[in-house]
């Protein structure tokens, strides 16, 4: 960092306190490094308790330069030796400027002016802000995945015996279109024959499985009454009811 610091003006200002004109030693300052930051308050913020709570608590290093810059450009005009720390102790900041500092806004303070009076030691400061620009990295897109191809299992065939015959699935299978248009394929005389052929298969396994269903239930019912179940005999059981009823 670079400060440049000029030769002390000697003045006398007279004192509120006292009323006595007590001398007073200003230094003018220029620097090409001012404290700058971006105010990211989601409201706006006065200049000087911005500068005072929190950038020069966040940039503590820059001030630390700068008082040691003064001190080694000032130390033959005084007395006796100053240090950082004991400047630090005395040190208060002015701003020229009294317009809040809007939210997220560019801020730069320059230091233009160092005042020494009655011990204590006074930093003028002029602000400019102007809007903050944000900036977002780019990062590139990740790539669409490439769409997997949607697939129809064909129905399973049948052996005569109720066996399930395993075809080739991706020879049978067909590709369904990714847009919702009707896709229509047009039959050929073999396919129609196939196809045909399967739905008989599977029309006489589902006769089959019936039948095989009846005589199972036919057996558990003679098994459980010992008798042969027929429509005679319930007509009669309903009958009978019925005649008991009507004798009550």
Known sequence: MAFTFSKPSFTKVVSQTTGVAEPCYTFAITTKTPLSALVESEESVSPVEYLTHTLLADQAQWLDAF???FLKNSAKYFAKPFTPEAIR???????????????????????????IFQ????????????????????????????????????PAQFTSSGNVIVEDTEADAIPLANSSDVVTFQKHEKEA?????????????????????????????????????SDESDSDETHTETESEDSD
């Open 193 to 229: 024959t196939r196809l045909d052929k399967r739905r008989v298969q599977e029309a006489a396994l589902r006769a089959k499985l019936a039948l095989l269903k009846a005589e199972r239930t036919h057996a558990e019912y003679v098994q459980k009454y010992g008798q042969e179940a």
């Open 119 to 154: 011990g204590l030691f006074t930093i003028t400061w002029s602000v400019t802000q102007e809007a903050g620009l944000i900036s977002i990295p780019d990062s590139p897109s990740p790539a669409p995945a490439a769409a997997k191809p949607l697939w129809v299992k064909p």
């Open 89 to 115: 102790s005395r040190l208060s900041h002015e701003v020229q400027e009294r317009e809040p500092l809007g939210a997220c806004s560019q801020v730069a303070y320059t230091p233009i002016r160092l005042v």
């Open 67 to 69: 008082l040691a810059e």
